[in-house]
């Protein structure tokens, strides 16, 4: 079959190990369902393989991509893949199993025609999802769900500033805070891309790092070390910032006694629930929502998607169809 896969890890020109090319045609184990994928969204995770980062050079060549929509052989459904994959046995959330890992961390990925994760790992397609937007949700889309509505403890009518509008978290970050409901400020780097988060929803769009009209209850926090610092400062006393990802670096300098002072918090969020991709499901259905897709591009431009990704030229989602 076609893959998109890491064959080399390079941490400072990463699409140098990327090819696409053949891979064995994966046959699924008992347990296990093979999905013929239809199409993939690229996630900031894949440049993270392709860099090393979660991955030994002898895991590879490892096919990239954790999200997939496509059908499932064994029931012929049209289907979202699920890309947490939790050790058998597994009860309970299923993003703290200690052994849980996302598709192309230790199992092959989804960007190829053909992915196998555990039956438990579909969920049906809605009919009115193109194959395209269902490819969306089960990475970015379920981390900003889990962020904002079980992780942050924001209530309707509440304030919440996302960091780095344009990334595929950061769109749907601001696309479900408006619709549920809160107020939402988005920073971004160029004066473009805070203009389009205020087309994707944001009620006011600011330069990365620029003070707001008020404090916020929490923040939406995915840039890391180059936003950290304007996150913290940006809380109300007792605010929170959810952090799901740092990719402008993961070391930030802390600033504990804002902190302590102000009775701040600072909470870990990754990935969701099959639950929670359910109700995410459920939600978009309900209000009408859709991802915003940057653009879609055929698998053997996956290098092109990439490179966008890596210089941040994007807004929303891109994806590969297969
Ligand atoms: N924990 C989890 O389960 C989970 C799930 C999904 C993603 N993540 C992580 O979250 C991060 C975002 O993922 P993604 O797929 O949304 O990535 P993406 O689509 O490539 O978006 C990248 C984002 O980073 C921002 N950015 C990058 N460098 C910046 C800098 N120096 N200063 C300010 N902003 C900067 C961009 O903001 P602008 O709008 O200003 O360009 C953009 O929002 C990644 O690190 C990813 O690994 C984690």
Redesign the pocket.
Known sequence: MRAVYAESINPDDPLAGLVVGERPDPSPPEGWTRVAVRAGSL???DL?TLRGVGIKAEQLPMILGCDAAGVDESTGEDVVVHAVINSPGWEGDDTIDPGRTLLSEKHQGSLAEYVIVPKRNVLPKPAEFSFAEAACLS??WL?AYRMLFVKSGLRPGQSVLV????????TACITMARAAGFRVYA???SEA?QAKALELGAHEAFA?GARLPEKVDAVME??GE??YAHSARSLRPGGRIVI?????GANPPADLNRFFFLQLELVG???GTKGELRDLIAFLRATGLRPHIDRVLPMESAAEGLAA?AS?D?VGKIVLEF
């Open positions: 996630n900031h995770h993270w990475t970015a981390t960091q780095g509008a344009t990334g595929g978290v950061a920073t971004a780097r891309k990365s995915t840039v180059a936003t799901s990802g740092a990719t402008s969020s990754t990935m990704m941040g994007l």
